[in-house]
């Protein structure tokens, strides 16, 4: 039944615990007869072999669970996320089609850098999550300081549901202010049996503030239950105040948090009651709208088994054994195996061969699919991230996720002459799998060069490229991908005339190239001819040659971050002209005028964040400032030092192993894009020194 599944993801910063505790959901549920740890490489989700050997999450693993309470049987279908910046994809397209997610936060680190930028990917999609505050038994850990920091600095409701009882190595369970009860865990069972206990008398005058307030908020939600607390707040009974606190969940004006220790088996069955509970299923959100590609208008697809089928392919994997493996979130209708598609994004038919019930990389199949489930397909020829999946008699378009660009880049190449053909075979399989993961041809230098989000995403690119696909490669060292833009308005005329004996070329356009604001990307184009001076047939070869033109500019050959074209007049042979030359007379025109329009570099500048003990701050500071660091605050946190500054990425390749050395081991840092900035004069002409040989004028 639709009502009782749930469609949710698990997120966090890195090593807020999000692994530990999705593998004591697959044990409590009875997915797997023994928990897996992270830390001895052997959890269930982290089933890369390099997830294994780093103990972290780097690709997103999805698994179907199933959860009995209050004698219904609950269908989960879990997706659990990395956390790790570099691999912040897997997030944004996990996010694009859940219901739900829980929020895991260290109960030590509270909200750290990574927490806040897939809490706004979750604000961005308005998907409702509850807050796990993991790792209470930790040193430090405190409850209420996370609590406030969601409010503070993710400017969201926390409303606890639980209050944990004792702290650090004394943490032994919650009270659930709902239920007025307390809970502790058996050890001895690995937490699979927990008792009610007396609420400890320490506690009640907390429990009795916080219950109150949660009544006093429930009540605010439906005016039965306010005139009830008017006249007796005991006679609001249990299921009121779940009801109230589920509809203002799903309606994204609070957000639930309740505490436990998942390494050490405590708290995990509350959460998956409260995933249960709050979370909403697929018919409690609003119905998916779309675009029909034929009429333009829009569309809306309700979660019915009876409505035309349609999905969303959200992550494309390959699988050795398989081939090409399409995850898809189904939103209505129902899909049986070997029957044909509609892909709408590229308006192919397609044949599903197999469905595939996923259980990290295990695959169980099924016969059919429908509304609100999640599978991964077999049998598409031609797929990728974001592509609408639908009924052929009822074609719909939804809008694809937004993936960041790549800031980083190395030159590869194959370590023996067999490979050559075999390296762009693999590297396209992975740019299919990753859309933040880019590969192109340098037009000077002939390399290859491949793109990502950071030192780590490409160190495991090419460690895949290694033991997946058998291809050993040479690169080099790591390079900013810069951008490229202009700083002024220049108008322009390109003639192009080519003449060879018999029917030749020609083409004329006069266009104006203009800058535009930071948040605008890729080529803006505007159509400004009315006499007919150049044919409608030719204008999007022109669009076509002013967009391939913006992949190389002409300062460093870095691709332009965006750039609005209006295009003025021209004029055409009736012979001579075709499509091929107006794309051509684009290219070099948009050449032409970005050398008359001030061209500059943009790099990439980070968010960084350091922490670290009282007495290093100083050289912290210090080190950051020789950076062309901008420093933005310092905060405490659990007795140490945050500081927050932002950073060009040229200048942070190596700062792990200096901040270790400044900080005698004992700081910690985590960076993530921020945005693109002009860059210095003096880094420009280093930048030009180093590709072209020489400086050129600009």
């Not at 409690?284 to 569309?299: F, Y």
């Amino acid at each position: 039944m639709l009502q009782n599944t749930r469609n949710i993801g698990i997120m966090a910063h890195i090593d807020a615990g999000k692994t530990t505790s999705t593998e004591r959901i697959l044990y409590y549920t009875g997915k797997n007869y023994k928990i897996g740890e992270v830390h001895d490489g052997n959890a269930t989700m982290d089933w890369m072999i390099q997830e294994q050997e780093r103990g972290i999450t780097i690709t997103s693993a999805a698994t179907t669970v199933f959860w009995d309470f209050e004698k219904e049987n609950y269908k989960i279908n879990i997706i659990d996320t990395p956390g790790h910046v570099d691999f912040t994809v897997e997030v944004e397209r996990s996010l694009r089609v859940l219901d739900g997610a829980v929020a895991i936060f260290c109960g030590v680190g509270g909200v750290e850098p990574q927490t806040e930028t897939v809490w706004r990917q979750a604000d961005k999609y308005k998907v409702p999550r509850i807050c796990f505050v993991n790792k209470m038994d930790r040193a430090s850990a405190d409850f209420f300081t996370v609590v406030n920091q969601i409010k503070d600095k993710l400017g969201a409701n926390p409303i606890p549901l639980q209050i944990p009882i004792g702290s650090e190595e004394n943490f032994i369970g919650v009270v659930d202010l709902i239920k007025n009860k307390a809970f502790v865990w058996d050890e001895e069972t690995l937490g699979s049996n927990y008792y009610e206990i007396d609420i400890p008398e320490e506690l009640q005058e907390v429990v009795n503030e916080y219950r109150t307030r949660l009544i006093e908020g429930a009540a605010e939600e439906n005016e039965e239950i306010f005139e009830k607390f008017l006249k007796d707040p005991n006679s609001i009974k249990e299921t009121e105040i779940i009801e109230a606190i589920r509809k203002a969940t799903i309606e994204l004006r609070i957000t639930p948090v309740i505490c436990g220790a998942s390494f050490k088996n405590k708290g995990v069955q509350l959460l998956i009651d409260a995933i249960v509970q709050y979370l909403p299923s697929p018919l409690d959100v609003s119905a998916v709208t779309g675009t029909n590609p034929s009429t333009e208008e829009i569309e809306i697809r309700e979660p019915k088994v009876d409505a035309p089928f349609s999905a969303l392919a959200f992550k494309i994997t390959t699988d050795p054994f398989v081939g090409k493996l399409a995850f898809i979130r189904v939103y209505s209708g129902t899909l049986n195996e070997g029957s044909t598609l509609l892909n709408a994004s590229t308006d192919k038919r397609e044949r599903v061969s197999r469905i595939l019930q996923m259980h990290a990389n295990k695959q169980n199949p099924v016969a059919s699919v429908e509304a609100g489930d999640i599978v991964a397909i077999i049998g598409f020829k031609t797929i990728r991230t974001g592509d609408t999946l639908c009924a052929e008699k009822s074609p719909i378009l939804f809008e694809p996720p937004v993936f960041p660009e790549p800031v980083i880049s190395v030159a590869v190449e194959p370590k023996t002459q067999e490979d050559i053909d075999r390296l762009g075979l693999s590297l396209n399989k992975l740019s299919e799998e990753d859309p933040t993961f880019d590969v192109r041809v340098d037009e000077e230098s002939g390399q290859t060069i491949i793109s990502g989000m950071g030192e780590l995403h490409l160190e495991i690119i090419l460690d895949r490229l290694k033991r997946e696909f058998k291809v050993e490669c040479n690169h080099g060292n790591p390079q900013v991908a810069y951008k490229e833009a202009i700083t002024s308005i220049v108008k322009h005329r390109e003639v192009y005339k080519k003449q060879s004996g018999g029917r030749g070329k020609f083409a004329d356009i006069e266009f104006e190239i203009a800058p535009v604001s930071e948040e605008v990307k890729g080529l803006v184009f505007i159509n400004k001819i009315k006499n007919g001076s150049v044919p409608n047939e030719f204008i999007s070869s022109i669009e076509k040659g002013f967009k391939i033109a913006m992949t190389n500019g002409v300062l460093a050959g870095f691709s332009m971050q965006g750039v609005q074209v209006t295009l003025l007049d021209g004029s055409y042979h009736s012979v001579d002209s075709d499509n091929l030359a107006f794309e051509i007379v684009a290219k070099i025109g948009f050449k032409e005028a970005c050398k008359k329009a001030k061209s500059i570099l943009l790099e990439p500048i980070m968010q960084l964040e350091v922490v670290t003990p009282d007495q290093y701050i100083g050289d912290v500071s210090s080190d950051i400032n020789k950076r062309r660091g901008r420093l933005e605050g310092i905060d405490t946190r659990s007795g140490l030092q945050v500081v927050r500054a932002k950073v060009p990425l040229s200048e942070m390749f190596g700062y792990v192993t200096v901040l270790r050395s400044i900080t005698s081991g004992r700081g910690t840092s985590s960076l993530q894009f921020s945005s693109y900035m002009e860059t210095p004069r003096a880094i420009i002409e280093e930048v030009l020194y180093r590709i072209k040989g020489y400086v050129v004028n600009f």
